[in-house]
Structure formats: structure tokens, C-alpha cells
T-cell receptor, first 113, second 114 residues
Framework: DAMVIQNPRYQVTQFGKPVTLSCSQT?????MYWYQQKSSQAPKLLFH???????NEADTPDNFQSRRPNTSFCFLDIRSPGLGDAAMYLC????????????FGPGTRLTVT | AQSVTQLDSQVPVFEEAPVELRCNYS??????LFWYVQYPNQGLQLLLK??????LVKGINGFEAEFNKSQTSFHLRKPSVHISDTAEYFC????????????FGTGTRLLVSP
């Protein structure tokens, strides 16, 4: 089945130690999104890629970066994680930027110790 | 700017009882409306959507929602819930035109007990 895959499902990192989260998709969609969802809060869009065009949300901290080496893969890099970055990170895709339906992966739960 | 309000953070209900989860939105432009469900430690799954046309939309797992433009609401209903419906439910909106950025409400936890 076509799907959005996130690895790992659970990630523990130390305060200040860089960490990378991975997302891959078999849907061949043009757009890939990264959301941050803190405990008991709504998912919040960090940024998205339309093909190779990177689009950052205005309030996304500089500590968060992203890479999309090809259509299938997208990475979220947190350069110096703080305790406040502990959250569920959700990857999603859509066919186009004007497509209303987004397909979500299962998420990666990040713990910062 | 668009915003979504889900007033109920938690809704407890007994199995086989009906349930309504409330969602109100504010927007200066036309929007699409969505309900997503999130089971523990999983991603979001689309339950149903309103794009245009009939204001009553039916989704998966027996859920339905009604769009009320005058009250700017999009409440989610199910006539008889199951234990397996226990999950977090998010209402979301996106713009009709242009980039389809999803703006989510803060979610409602539905707790179904026997």
C-alpha cells in the first residue's frame, strides 16, 4: 500500500545533541510537510517542501532545519535540541500545494533528556 | 487569519450512546473543513471533509458532520459510539484558494467507557 513512513517511531536524544528524523513516502506526492505536536496541543506546521522549494513558517525556530534529497525522502534536523523540543513530529504529504487532502505518517515521538 | 476552536478538551461517554464533538471556526474567506482522528501514538487519519455542496457530510467509522455557515460551526456526530472510538479528534480548516495550509483546533479527547 502507498504510504507515509517515519523512522524511528521513538527517538531519545540528549540536550544539545543534534538529531535527525526521517520521513519517506511511496505516494509520489510533490509536497511534504513537517508538523510539531506537543503534548495535548494541536499539530503546528513547521515547514513544507513543494518539490525542492523549501517554505518555512514564520515562527519556526532556526534550530529546526529540513532536507529533501529526492521526491521520496524528507528529513527534519534539530541542531541543538532543548527540553522544549520534546514532542511528536508528524510528516505529511499532499499531491500539490493546492490539494486539500494531506496524508500523515505515524509520527516520531522525540524525548530530550 | 483563520482559527479553529474546540471548546471541549475531553468528552466522556458510555458505549452505544450518541456523541457530538463541537468545532467552531473563524475566517474572513471561504474555507474547507476537516475532522481528523488520532489514536494513541499514531498519526492523523482523515475522518471526513466538507468542500462544498451538501452541508451534511458522512465519513468513515459511522461519523458525520454538519456544516453551518451562519454559526460557523462544523460539529462531529456519531449516533452510537464504540470503545474503539476512544481517541483524539481534531477539527481543521484550510483556505479554499491557494496553498492548502491546515490550521488545527486543540483537539477533543473522546473517552468511551463500557
Amino acid at each position: 500500500d502507498a504510504m507515509v513512513i517515519q523512522n524511528p517511531r521513538y527517538q531519545v536524544t540528549q540536550f544539545g545533541k543534534p538529531v535527525t528524523l526521517s520521513c519517506s513516502q511511496t505516494l509520489n506526492h510533490n509536497v511534504m510537510y513537517w508538523y510539531q505536536q506537543k503534548s495535548s496541543q494541536a499539530p503546528k506546521l513547521l515547514f513544507h517542501y513543494y518539490d525542492k522549494d523549501f517554505n518555512n513558517e514564520a515562527d519556526t525556530p532556526d534550530n529546526f532545519q529540513s532536507r529533501r534529497p529526492n521526491t521520496s525522502f524528507c528529513f527534519l534536523d534539530i541542531r541543538s535540541p532543548g527540553l522544549g523540543d520534546a514532542a511528536m513530529y508528524l510528516c505529511a504529504t499532499s499531491r500539490e500545494r493546492t490539494s486539500y487532502e494531506q496524508y500523515f505518517g505515524p509520527g516520531t515521538r522525540l524525548t530530550v533528556t | 487569519a483563520q482559527s479553529v476552536t474546540q471548546l471541549d478538551s475531553q468528552v466522556p461517554v458510555f458505549e452505544e450512546a450518541p456523541v457530538e464533538l463541537r468545532c467552531n471556526y473563524s475566517s474572513s474567506v471561504s474555507v474547507y473543513l476537516f475532522w481528523y482522528v488520532q489514536y494513541p501514538n499514531q498519526g492523523l487519519q482523515l475522518l471526513l471533509k466538507y468542500l462544498s455542496g451538501s452541508t451534511l457530510v458522512k465519513g468513515i467509522n459511522g461519523f458525520e458532520a454538519e456544516f453551518n455557515k451562519s454559526q460557523t460551526s462544523f460539529h462531529l456526530r456519531k449516533p452510537s459510539v464504540h470503545i474503539s472510538d476512544t481517541a483524539e479528534y481534531f477539527c481543521a480548516v484550510s483556505w479554499v484558494m491557494g496553498f492548502q495550509k491546515l490550521v488545527f483546533g486543540t483537539g477533543t479527547r473522546l473517552l468511551v467507557s463500557p
